[in-house]
């Protein structure tokens, strides 16, 4: 995630008045929030981006081993991103460990999955509960309406961002790659000769 230079800007005051709270004037208040919706339209985003990444890694899986070279590479972007090998996955490359990529992500994949069995168990032995989703941030200190009533929280709620006219929300896989149709006979020499 880069944040451009307004944005730092806002986050280095936010930061500064976290350390050292502040009053806040409208403006700031204002900056803040347009940079916590800003950050939290690109987790989102980002979240999509991998569930459309993950959708589409399983339907090459689900159509080897025609569809090898594709499944490969986008394990391989799939890895990248922080992507807990599955069974699923394991099996496809033992099936395809004949070439020397399959054969090299297959030993990737069981050194991650290994990994990730051992914190799972470390995990539960240690009795640590996993980390739940991130929260919106919802409210800063500081702004007018904090000097004029000191005793009441200083934390006003952000709106909630309407849809643009004209937005249209994020396609589904299977709409961006619908199924393909096999492709109709063609007509018999009868037919074509009559």
Same mark, same amino acid.
């Given at each position: 995630?880069?944040?451009? %230079?307004?944005? /730092?800007? &806002?986050?280095?005051?936010?930061?500064?008045?976290?350390?050292?709270?502040?009053?806040?004037?409208?403006?700031?208040? *204002?900056?803040?929030?347009?940079?916590?919706?800003?950050?939290?339209?690109?987790?989102?985003? $980002?979240?999509?981006?991998? %569930?459309?990444?993950?959708?589409?890694? $399983?339907?090459?899986?689900? $159509? @080897?081993?025609? !569809?090898?070279?594709?499944?490969?590479?986008? /394990? *391989?972007? #799939?890895?990248?991103?922080?992507?807990?090998?599955?069974?699923?996955?394991?099996? #496809?490359?033992?099936?395809?460990?004949?070439?020397?990529?399959?054969?090299?992500? @297959?030993?990737?994949? *069981? &050194?991650?999955?290994?990994? !990730?069995?051992? +914190?799972?168990?470390?995990?539960?032995? +240690?009795?640590?509960?996993?980390?739940?989703?991130?929260?919106?941030?919802? +409210?800063?200190?500081?702004?007018? +309406? $904090?000097?004029?009533?000191?005793?009441?929280?200083?934390?006003?709620?952000?709106?909630?961002?309407?849809?643009?006219?004209?937005?249209?929300?994020?396609?589904?896989?299977?709409?961006?790659?619908?199924?393909?149709?096999?492709?109709?006979?063609?007509?018999?020499?009868?037919?074509? #000769?009559?």
């Amino acid at each position: 995630m880069a944040f451009s %230079a307004d944005e /730092l800007r &806002v986050l280095r005051r936010a930061l500064a008045i976290a350390l050292h709270p502040t009053p806040l004037s409208d403006e700031d208040v *204002q900056d803040c929030l347009r940079l916590a919706g800003s950050v939290d339209e690109a987790v989102g985003e $980002a979240g999509r981006l991998r %569930a459309f990444l993950l959708a589409d890694l $399983a339907r090459y899986r689900n $159509a @080897l081993p025609g !569809s090898a070279a594709g499944y490969l590479e986008l /394990l *391989q972007d #799939a890895l990248a991103a922080g992507y807990d090998p599955r069974p699923d996955d394991l099996a #496809a490359l033992r099936a395809l460990r004949g070439g020397p990529l399959a054969a090299a992500l @297959l030993e990737r994949c *069981q &050194v991650l999955a290994e990994r !990730s069995v051992r +914190a799972r168990l470390a995990g539960r032995s +240690a009795g640590t509960a996993a980390p739940g989703p991130r929260s919106r941030l919802l +409210a800063l200190p500081g702004g007018r +309406a $904090a000097a004029r009533e000191p005793d009441r929280p200083r934390t006003p709620a952000a709106p909630d961002k309407p849809r643009k006219p004209g937005e249209r929300p994020m396609p589904k896989p299977s709409e961006v790659f619908p199924p393909r149709r096999r492709p109709a006979p063609p007509p018999s020499e009868e037919r074509a #000769a009559g």
